[in-house]
């Protein structure tokens, strides 16, 4: 079988040196404004970047094939902007609820069908470097510049050979959270209303999640990154990796919303079950979400809501009276807006397999991630600027020191848990729960 190799759009010194300097202009410029926000960083790339292009164009430096893709980027860039400026704020609660129902759902699959398991569950937010390299990416080869992989999590089960256990985990929590199984997810909700162990906030965000309208999308077409100069794709070879399972007829019922690279590893023995998971949301319930919590101070809530709309609706709707624009800011945050979230299954083994990890594949975008990568004099102007003005800007520096993930990406709320069914949780032993946070030691950008 053969594959038409892709085909990219070549970059120019010229153009590679206007998309870093866009990028550092916009990080300086980003000192200017308050509060500084991952948002309006991008924004300001956004429109350094497009203005870049024009001036580049009219010099006729461009081809008109690298003019197109370029613009295509910027499409991309302004898709990022959008999805950030509205899952900026539910990240941290809605998927950290997400992948906590998830633990409950291996308890109740211990507690209640007796299927003991030992599962952690990683999520994670791709750096805005990531991103801007991505969509790079697929706008030099002509493809759709929307990233789908932004927020994602990583199921990790430690039956390494039992992988109708990793397939039935996958399928019972694809069930639960969509709905599809919906006798299921009713009897699991009953579990949890009626259990005595559930704090009344963990109850509430489980109905939260099973109620929100988050769907499986359709897997797409499978791919192998691995294409020879002939165009033909090299295919796992199970002689080179002997101790890498392969189930044969694997029982799953979501073979059509999922990349099943378990029954089909790529050719680096990489294997895991992929799915895309799409949230439709409303920005208006997000916020009354957020101001009816005690996780955030009521005002910070409000500032932050005003962030996100002042600006952009006072400046469009300047001869607005302040009553009305608030109904008019109510009538559009109504409207249902979507992103996506990646998901991951996999067994321990193939989480810690060397051959597979995402650094062994991050040489075919390395020069397009140096792009956006500042130079070291380049951090030590925009740092005595940030001086000067009393502000920071240490984002670079490490993982800790970057919050919004502009440089590193972001692991939220890592979660390992090992649940006991009944036959094996007796005697003297009452624990159900034995769980400890762990800290994620690769970046999956």
């Known amino acids: 079988m053969t594959q038409e190799p892709l085909v990219k759009v070549p970059l120019t010194q010229t153009v590679k040196k206007t998309l870093n300097n866009a990028w550092f202009r916009a990080c300086i410029r980003s000192i200017d404004n308050k509060p500084s926000t991952p948002t309006l960083l991008l924004n300001d790339f956004y429109i350094i970047l497009r203005d870049d292009i024009l001036e580049l164009q009219k010099k006729g430096e461009l081809s008109t094939e690298l003019f197109c893709s370029l613009n295509l980027f910027l499409q991309g860039v302004k898709s990022c902007i959008e999805a950030r400026r509205i899952t900026a704020y539910i990240a941290d609660k809605y998927l950290k609820d997400l992948i906590h129902t998830g633990i409950l759902i291996q308890q109740w699959q211990a507690e209640v069908k007796g299927i003991p398991s030992h599962v952690k569950m990683v999520l994670r937010r791709k750096s805005i470097e990531s991103d801007l390299t991505k969509i790079l990416d697929k706008a030099l080869q002509n493809e759709d510049p929307e990233v789908k992989d932004r927020f994602g999590f990583t199921m990790i089960t430690y039956d390494n050979t039992n992988l109708d256990q990793l397939y039935h985990f996958c399928e019972t929590f694809t069930g639960i959270i969509t709905g599809i199984f919906y006798n299921m997810q009713q009897e699991f909700l009953t579990w949890v209303i009626t259990n005595k162990n559930i704090s009344e906030r963990e109850k509430k965000a489980v109905q939260m999640i099973l109620k929100s309208e988050l769907r499986l999308k359709n897997r797409g077409q499978m791919h192998n990154s691995n294409v020879d100069k002939e165009g033909n794709v090299e295919k796992f070879d199970p002689k080179k990796f002997p101790n890498v399972i392969v189930p044969k007829t694997p029982k799953f019922f979501f073979s059509y919303g999922f990349k099943d690279y378990v029954k089909e590893p790529k050719e680096n023995s990489y294997q ?174």
């Open 272 to 445: 895991a079950l992929q799915c895309v998971f799409e949230l439709s949301v409303s920005i208006w319930d997000i916020v009354n979400e957020i101001l009816g919590t005690e996780l955030m101070d009521i005002e910070e809530s409000k500032n932050l809501f005003m962030e996100i709309w002042k600006d952009d609706f006072t400046k469009v709707f300047a001869d607005i009276s302040p009553k009305s624009l608030k109904k008019l800011v109510r009538t559009i945050t109504s409207v249902i807006s979507s992103f996506y979230i990646e998901g991951h299954f996999k067994t321990q083994q193939m989480a810690e397999n060397p051959n597979a990890t995402h650094e062994s594949h991050k040489d075919k975008n390395l020069q397009l991630r140096k792009i956006f990568t500042l130079t070291q004099a380049q951090l030590t102007e925009i740092k005595k600027k940030a001086e000067a003005c009393n502000q920071r800007f240490d984002f670079y520096d490490s993982e800790l020191k970057d919050p919004w993930g502009v440089n590193h990406a972001v692991f939220m709320s890592p979660e390992e848990h090992i649940f006991y069914g009944k036959e094996v949780n007796s005697g003297d032993d009452d624990d159900t729960e034995n769980g400890e946070n762990n800290s994620v030691a690769s970046d999956d950008n």
